[in-house]
């Protein structure tokens, strides 16, 4: 079995799209407004025994995987890996030992997260940060916490210190963005003395950090952040 049948083995359809569309049951099927159009009388149909779907109002249709890359503008890769996350499917044992040549990923998309709370604590202790958020730019704690907002401690190696702790390597660091070369050619922090602000792909996953001095430095182009490709947010849409 690949990976493509065990999602389907693991998910069904209708609630798959029951996530974006408003099902009723109509007979086998189960009927709903299309999210393609601005009908006013539901033409949307999904089929459980057939594992279909189709939209008689903008001609669309096909699979489980179909409907996500319309829904989501996602590719057919991409796709599967969103629903690979849904059934709880680790995609990786599924690759080629060729595919997985690359970087991990899910380790790359750990460390991001580490850092990420890392980031938060230390904004949490910091009171040039927290005067900057919350008196000078006037937000509120539930927007700090939303965002997720944090602060990179002027410390040359405090980031590359705690991850090597939680048992990142310097290279999967250095991979996801977050260490650069000192002048004596070891790994420092990326980010320093900076208010930090995750930058989160479509299903909220971290996938890199701008951050605010005087000025914004984003993370350097990585397997997962895409300059061209994410938008800032999107997620909360």
Do not use: C
């Not at 380790?107 to 910091?126: D, G, I, K, P």
């Not at 919350?134 to 539930?142: E, I, L, P, S």
């Not at 602060?151 to 702790?165: E, H, I, M, R």
């Amino acid at each position: 079995m690949d990976a493509v049948d065990e999602v389907k083995s693991r998910l069904s359809i209708e609630d798959v799209i029951g996530e974006y569309v408003q099902l009723k049951r109509a007979g086998r099927n189960w009927r709903g407004l299309s999210p393609f159009t601005n009908e006013k009388s539901p033409s949307f149909m999904v089929s459980p025994e057939k594992q279909i779907w189709h939209d008689f109002s903008s001609g669309k249709g096909g699979n489980m995987f179909s409907f996500i890359m319309e829904v989501e503008g996602l590719e057919f890769k991409g796709a599967l890996e969103l629903l690979a996350r849904k059934a709880g499917i680790d995609i990786e044992q599924y690759r080629s030992p060729a595919q997985r040549g690359g970087p991990d990923k899910q380790r790359l998309y750990a460390a991001l997260q580490a850092a990420t709370h890392f980031y938060q604590v230390q904004f949490s202790r910091n009171k040039t940060a927290l005067e900057y958020v919350f008196k000078k730019r006037q937000f509120n704690k539930q927007t700090a916490l939303e965002w997720h907002l944090g602060y990179a401690p002027n410390n040359g190696s405090a980031l590359v210190d705690f991850l090597k702790t939680k048992n990142f390597t310097e290279s999967e660091i250095k991979q996801a963005g977050l260490s650069a070369k000192n002048y004596r050619g070891g790994p420092q922090d990326m980010f320093r003395g900076r208010l930090m602000i995750p930058l989160q792909d479509g299903q909220g996953q971290v996938i890199g950090f701008t951050a605010r001095l005087l000025e914004y430095i984003n993370t350097p182009q990585t397997v997962l952040y895409d300059k061209s490709r994410h938008v800032y947010g999107l997620h909360l849409a």
